[in-house]
């Protein structure tokens, strides 16, 4: 049962462009997302996140979105660069009974940013 | 400060063998989480610790199964191996004091049944 939804596997942009990826989720008990990059032979590094009591979050050159009542959100990269190049995996947390330890993860979309 | 960090790196076992796994939170991170990720697939819950204690656990048999020591590090061990428990194992750790959700990834121990 995927209660958070990638729906695109891939993605290609230009340098200097923005890169827009978007993510799904069911359980409307979320309540904390978060954005993930994750480089091949590496780990998952934390990006960005942003509580359902808020609709935007900036950091730098990344910002997220959240529609809690299409229960979407974007995270939206300006400009894009090369670097960005990665996977980057939307994380939801929250719901009842739910640990603070527990995120529930999408499958990934990959970013390829080309010169 | 040194990040999470797990070992081995990389690990090949036979079908049916056992294997433990092992994960050090960053300096100060009581809370450890454990990930199983599938080629293709996002990181899937498998266990959540704090103070030595089971918190959460995923939908995974009970063939799989953690503990975390007074220095809050913790194993992950998986009896019976199987091919579908080949994946990438994530360990994660966060500050248990706070209300955040952020946790913090090792780079992973890559499992290989054969």
């Known amino acids: 049962d995927q209660q958070v939804k990638q729906n695109s596997p891939s993605l290609s942009v230009q340098e200097g462009r923005i890169s827009i990826l978007n993510c799904d989720y069911t359980?409307?008990?979320?309540?904390?997302f978060l954005w993930y990059k994750k480089y091949p032979a590496e780990g998952p590094t934390f990006l960005i996140s942003?509580?359902?009591?808020?609709d935007k979050n900036e950091d730098g050159r990344f910002t997220v979105f959240l529609n809690k009542s299409a229960k979407h959100l974007s995270l939206h990269i300006v400009p894009s660069q090369p670097g960005d190049s990665a996977v980057y995996f939307c994380?939801?947390?929250?719901?009842?009974?739910?640990?603070?330890?527990?995120?529930?993860f999408g499958r990934g979309t990959q970013l390829t940013v080309w010169p | 400060d040194a990040g999470v960090t797990q070992s081995p790196t990389h690990l090949i076992k036979t079908r049916g063998q056992h294997v433990t796994l092992r994960c050090s939170p960053i300096?100060?991170?009581?809370?450890v989480s454990w990930y199983q990720q599938v080629l293709g697939q996002g990181p899937q819950f498998i266990f959540q610790?704090?103070?030595?204690?089971?918190?959460g656990r995923g939908n995974f048999p009970d063939r799989f199964s953690a503990r975390q020591f007074p220095n809050y590090s913790s194993e992950l061990n998986v009896n019976a191996l199987l091919l579908g428990d080949s994946a990438l194992y994530l360990c994660?750790?966060?500050?248990?004091?706070?209300?955040?959700?952020?946790?913090?990834f090792g780079p992973g121990t890559r499992l290989t049944v054969t």
């Open positions: 994660a750790s966060r500050l248990q004091e706070t209300r955040s959700y952020e946790q913090y």
């Open positions: 359980n409307s008990m979320f309540d904390y």
């Open positions: 942003i509580s359902s009591i808020k």
């Open positions: 994380a939801a947390a929250g719901g009842r009974g739910s640990t603070l330890g527990r995120l529930y």
């Open positions: 300096s100060g991170h009581k809370s």
């Open positions: 610790y704090y103070e030595k204690e089971e918190r």
